[in-house]
């Protein structure tokens, strides 16, 4: 074994006949340009050299190629492409192995189907993520992968951007061969089995699976998936790519791909994808904190409350391989909480995403209890009770005489002051906020309230705590509402008033539909419920939600809210709130008119753009990005705007402050601007780079 070759992340070295390149370009062996160079250099080391004959390409560190360099886009292209890398490899004229563990990711797939061989470990994954950043495979992917792998499969893994493991991949005929123990060993002994065959399997050559493929199934894959693809344009390009694969051989449909790549490419929404792929990396970093710190060991959780938070909570840590001890007031309670999260994993495992094995083992690490001792030798405590600061602070004073030293308590408070419930304690610095976002189990996005006191090893743990469940975590500072429920304040309370000047509930939710989002602010109410923190008197009505209430349109749950619902809970729009509106109007002498679409943008989105600003220079942000990934992830704004702020950037700052002064004298005295914004719009300034 000697090194011939070294050219920076690329080196080669034989075993026997057989030329190893391996990749070494840490962290993720990203396809920058050194390494595609190197890469083209190896092949034509291995071309130029008699005695060799066959390549395996691998690599090291904890992944194969992660894909292209995402870093390197919108910069000056450097040679070789990767469309030009992976034409080489699969142009050698020597059998090509990939050797594959990690994830082989985007680009990295590509170079691994233009390889003439696959072998994989068991635990290897793949996929082609391009979708997520607004892209499509870029480097004969979109060719290739319905070649090899089946019309249908590449469909669905190009639009979705999910991995597979290695067992699919073997199944659907991306992988040749899995291998157990040393791959570089495995995949040199396979290169040696290989070597002699003829004529070399290409991947661009197949035509078996495209030839087979069913024509109708764009058509249906399009019908099936329009709910999910609505408003993105990388979807269906990559449809119509995989549509090219089969339609026009391989040479016309590379052609298309590389056409339609470019439309994305130049793209408003893939430059949002992308800021918004290092938005959410970006999150995870802790500032102002030493940076050696080390986490406390977290090996059981506990959980008060069995209620919907609590028990989505609990099953995260659950779902972790994490024991939870769960405390209740009552069996009853204590029973409904347990009950509801066995039926939740049960309904998972109905869909085929988990096996019974694995529900049972997930329940059979629930320690329920009514006895609050049970406690004290947990190392994370999570309080999820009823809202009531009180209630917490008798809570966490109880947690104190309580729980072991060293224990994080934590409270799920979407409002609450966490410095005042740590007050309540003689150990502030165990005490940090927890914001899971309803339903726990399933949203992605998870709120670190950072307390005065919280201490930066109490905070270190949260962040890899809610990498272990899956979460996206954002740290906040200490104010009403945090990050995301404060920027819901100025929304609700313009939405509200816009309904009394005359916009309907179906205006202002199909301009916010229309935007992107999920759903508008009165789809969201009926949906959460329209009773939320409702005073439960009905003879008390001093808002158009307090007169909703106090005739049971408590929102979806009731078949009535801002809309009626059908039994299939279709929403049509409501007379009868339509008139409860105009009698406000009247009581409240609120002169009514035609609203424009425009105002509503302005007066509910561009105020959240305020609130955030406000956020930002407050501090209780650490940066802009940050509230966008709070937005994407906990409220499904949508991704190819990039969040909130990174949509400010784009639409400019000095148009939101026009918007904004042109809608002051109407929001009164609910409004008021943030000076960081105003600033920052005369400088001319972005809050995103
Ligand atoms: N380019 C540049 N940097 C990348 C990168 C990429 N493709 N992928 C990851 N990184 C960086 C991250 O920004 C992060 O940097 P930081 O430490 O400075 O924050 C670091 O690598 C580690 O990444 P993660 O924190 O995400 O590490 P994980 O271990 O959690 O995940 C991963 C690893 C699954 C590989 C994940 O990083 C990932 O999904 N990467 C993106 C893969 C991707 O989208 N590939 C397609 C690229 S587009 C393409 O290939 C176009 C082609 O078709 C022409």
């Known amino acids: 074994m000697a090194t011939i070759t070294e050219t920076g992340p690329i080196t080669t070295h034989r075993h026997g006949d057989v ?48 894909g292209a360099d995402i ?22 004229t020597k059998p090509v192995v990939a050797a594959i563990h990690g994830t082989a990711l985007g680009g990295g797939l590509e170079v691994a189907l233009a390889s003439h061989y696959r072998v994989a470990v068991p635990d290897a994954k793949f996929g082609v993520p391009e979708v997520k950043l607004g892209l499509l495979p870029g480097a004969g992917g979109t060719q290739r992968l319905p070649r090899v792998a089946g019309v249908e499969q590449a469909l669905q893994m190009t639009t979705s951007g999910a991995m597979i493991g290695a067992k699919q991949a073997h199944d659907m005929g991306l992988v ?47 019908k099936a998936n329009a709910r999910k693809f609505r408003g993105f344009e990388a979807p269906e390009k990559n449809i119509q790519a995989v549509e090219a694969a089969v339609a026009k051989p391989y040479a016309e449909g590379v052609i298309d791909e590389r056409r339609l790549f470019m439309e994305l490419m130049t793209g408003a929404q893939a430059r949002a994808q992308q800021y918004f792929f290092f938005a959410e990396r970006k999150a995870a970093k802790i500032e102002n904190i030493p940076e050696d710190t080390q986490p406390r060991s977290v090996k059981k959780v506990g959980v008060i409350g069995a ?49 019974s094995e694995q529900v049972e083992k997930a329940m059979g690490i629930l320690s329920p209890t009514l006895d609050f001792d049970a406690l004290k030798d947990c190392d994370l405590i999570i309080e999820a009770v009823f809202e ?40 502030p610095e165990d005490v940090v906020g927890l914001h899971f976002f309803s339903p726990a189990n399933v949203m992605k996005l998870l709120e670190i309230v950072r307390g005065a006191k919280t201490a930066p090893d109490v905070l ?55 935007f992107g989002m999920p759903m508008g602010p009165f789809q969201m109410a009926d949906l959460a419920g329209v009773d939320i923190g409702w005073h439960r008197d009905p003879n008390r009505i001093e808002n158009i939600r307090d007169a909703l209430c106090a005739i049971d349109r408590w929102g979806q749950k ?60 407050e501090g209780m942000a650490q940066r802009a990005s940050d509230i966008d990934v709070v937005w994407v992830y906990g ?16 639409e400019g700052l000095d148009t939101i402050v026009e918007g904004l002064k042109r809608q002051e004298e109407r929001m009164g005295s609910d409004f008021s601007f943030s000076k960081l914004l105003l600033d920052k719009a005369e400088r001319g300034e972005k809050f995103t780079r």
Request: hydrophobic letters at 40%.
């Open 558 to 617: 009731k078949g009535a809210g801002f809309y009626d619902y059908d039994e299939r809970r279709r929403p049509t729009p409501s007379p009868v709130v339509q008139q409860i509106i105009e009698d406000f109007a009247k009581k409240q002498g609120v002169e009514r008119r035609e609203i424009s679409d425009q105002e509503i943008v302005e007066r509910t989105l561009y105020t959240m753009v305020n609130e955030g600003a406000k956020i930002l220079e």
């Open 19 to 66: 030329l190893v390149v391996t990749s070494n370009n840490p962290p993720v062996n990203a396809l920058g340009a050194a390494v595609r160079q190197g890469l083209v250099a190896a092949i034509e080391e291995a071309e130029g050299d008699e005695a060799i004959k066959a390549v395996v390409i691998r690599c090291e560190g904890q992944t194969f190629f992660a």
């Open 307 to 355: 209620g919907t938070m609590g028990g989505g909570i609990s099953m995260n840590f659950l779902s972790a391989g994490i024991p939870v001890t769960i405390v209740e007031m009552t069996q009853e309670a204590l029973d409904r909480g347990t009950g509801v999260m066995r039926k939740n994993y049960e309904a998972t495992a109905s869909k085929g995403r988990m096996t």
């Open 635 to 650: 409220y499904g704004w949508p991704v190819y705007r990039g969040g909130p702020m990174f949509w400010a950037d784009t």
């Open 388 to 427: 009531q600061m009180e209630i917490k602070k008798e809570i966490f004073g109880r947690l104190d005489k309580t729980v072991k030293k060293g224990a994080i308590l934590a409270s799920n408070t979407s409002y609450l002051n966490i410095d005042e419930i740590a007050a309540s304690t003689s150990r």
């Open 460 to 514: 270190v743990t949260a962040m890899g705590l809610a990498k272990k469940i899956k979460k996206v975590a954002v740290v906040a500072g200490v104010c009403h509402g945090f990050i995301g429920n404060r920027m819901l304040m100025p929304r609700q309370v313009e939405a509200t008033k816009l309904l009394l000047e005359g916009a309907t509930p179906e205006q202002i939710d199909r301009v916010h539909v229309e």
């Open 71 to 92: 870093t390197e886009f919108g910069k000056p292209p450097v040679m070789p492409w990767l469309p030009t890398v992976v034409d080489t490899i699969e142009n050698c």
């Open 176 to 222: 040749d061969r899995i291998v157990e123990g040393e791959l570089q060993q495995h995949a040199v002994a396979f290169a040696e089995e290989v070597r002699d065959i003829r004529p070399l399997p290409k991947s661009s050559e197949r035509q078996d699976k495209v030839e087979a493929a069913d024509p109708g199934v764009f058509a249906e894959f399009r």
